[in-house]
């Protein structure tokens, strides 16, 4: 593919944004991220195994294996204490910063370079394996993009930038192809948070969603050759939805409203602690750690339900947590919402991963507990609560519509008028009580959204 300049008519006319996809190096291109997709989405699938393993690994079998008979209550001290310190100590000595930093929201403004990787994987590892509250999304497409550009590099070390940036963005579809449950979801995650727009548009897409479509086939083959299963969002699950009725309608508004008074709220602490903790890195980050594990002790002394229901980023537990909402308490969802909720702030503010998967489970809580609420079905509110959590803390607005429907799938269709008046006034409501942007920091979102589409 040509480098930099697109093809203009030889009259001076606009140039034609097209005109690239009759190229031969177009049809290389996806080429290329077709091949890309095998070797990323399986290393992707490898990642998610690990991740997985380590969780029930540390919490159960570790504990057993040092003499307990089961895990002790006070068990989540050390283990986010660990984290902090290895997530800490990766910030501190790594090259890079283990990755972006997720209480500034979901980061696509470039590929990291080969020697930020390591920092990358070690630092997510520690995240999610240990206990904090974040989810796997925003590292996969971190090493995604970053393994896709040094593996295309290898081979063609003078890769055009434009062609890097839309190598990069082609691994980072790979890598998450199926963790959210569509790669159509990913698509519009990566499209939406990278600023991409206009004619270029489908044409950076494309090899991404071709990437992606390879690598959901590799992560259904990995699961029949392994066993382990796909680690794609899925909900075994969903209860019977009814038309929306004007009541429905009018809790549309309440939970967006609600919504986006909470994610303000957390987001806005997350911030605010982030500076303090980076300050002083490894001792911030062990009290941060210290911080998660204490509520949810507390949640699970106050409730009897299970520490890790606090603990993690909440992906595996949506299912149980619909399907047996009705052990849950009005109390007790309020309760895990408030402990996930602060953990999720702490999390943010020190660790390394990505928001999505928290954001989802504690709107999901929060749908459950106001289903309690006369007027309103359960499966409308789980739906409602994920949505617009979403777009609180992302600021997607499409993407957490997809999220919240996809996921409920025949029912999705059934809801998704309430999903959408939900997102829009939670979307509106937190730009309104988010701090206006001041010059400089708009023209620094401005330059990253820019290296994303280039």
Not at 351 to 371: E, K, N, V
Request: net charge neutral.
């Amino acid at each position: 593919m040509s480098a930099d300049s697109p093809v203009g008519a030889p009259d001076g006319s606009p140039p034609d944004p097209f005109a690239l996809v009759r190229t031969r190096g177009y049809v290389g291109l996806l080429v290329m991220a077709a091949a890309l997709g095998v070797p990323i989405s399986a290393a992707a699938y490898g990642f998610l195994a690990l991740v997985n393993e380590l969780q029930p690994w540390t919490y159960t079998d570790l504990p057993k294996a040092l003499g307990f008979q089961e895990t002790p209550p006070w068990w989540p001290l050390p283990l986010l204490a660990a984290a902090g310190l290895l997530v800490g100590a990766t910030i501190r000595y790594l090259p890079g910063t283990g990755g972006h930093k997720p209480a500034e929201g979901l980061s696509t403004t470039g590929a990291p370079k080969p020697l930020d990787l390591p920092g990358i994987f070690v630092a997510a590892v520690a995240t999610l394996a240990l206990g904090a509250v974040l989810g796997p999304e925003a590292p996969l497409i971190a090493l995604g993009s970053g393994a896709a550009i040094w593996l295309v590099r290898l081979l063609k070390p003078d890769l055009p930038e434009r062609v890097g940036a839309v190598v990069g963005a082609a691994g980072g579809f790979a890598a998450v192809s199926t963790l959210l449950g569509s790669p159509i979801t990913g698509a519009f995650l990566l499209m939406e948070a990278s600023g991409l727009g206009g004619p270029m548009l489908g044409i950076v897409l494309v090899p991404g969603l071709l990437a992606a479509g390879i690598g959901s086939l590799v992560f259904v083959g990995l699961d029949n050759w392994t066993g382990l299963g796909t680690y794609s969002l899925a909900l075994p699950e969903v209860p019977h939805a009814n038309p929306p009725n004007v009541a429905e309608f009018g809790w549309a508004l309440v939970i967006g409203l609600a919504a986006a008074l909470v994610g303000t709220g957390m987001r806005r602490l997350a911030l605010l602690a982030q500076p303090r903790v980076e300050r002083r890195r490894l001792s911030a980050t062990v009290l941060m750690g210290l911080a998660v594990a204490g509520l949810a002790i507390a949640f699970a002394e106050g409730t009897g339900k299970a520490a890790t229901e606090v603990l993690y980023s909440g992906q595996t537990a949506l299912g149980p947590l619909l399907v047996n909402s009705a052990e849950y308490s009005v109390g007790t969802l309020t309760l895990l919402v408030a402990c996930k909720g602060l953990a999720y702030s702490a999390s943010l503010s020190a660790f390394r991963g990505g928001p999505i998967f928290p954001a989802m489970f504690l709107g999901a809580t929060g749908g459950i507990a106001m289903s309690h609420l006369p007027g309103l079905e359960l499966t409308p509110a789980f739906a409602m609560g994920i949505g617009a959590m979403s777009v609180t803390m992302l600021g997607l607005p499409l993407t957490s519509v997809l999220l919240a429907t996809l996921l409920l799938g025949s029912q999705g269709l059934t809801v998704m008028p309430l999903v959408i008046v939900t997102v829009v006034v939670a979307y509106v409501a937190a730009k309104r009580l988010s701090p206006p942007q001041t010059g400089g920091s708009r023209a620094l979102e401005n330059q990253g959204r820019g290296k994303a589409s280039s």
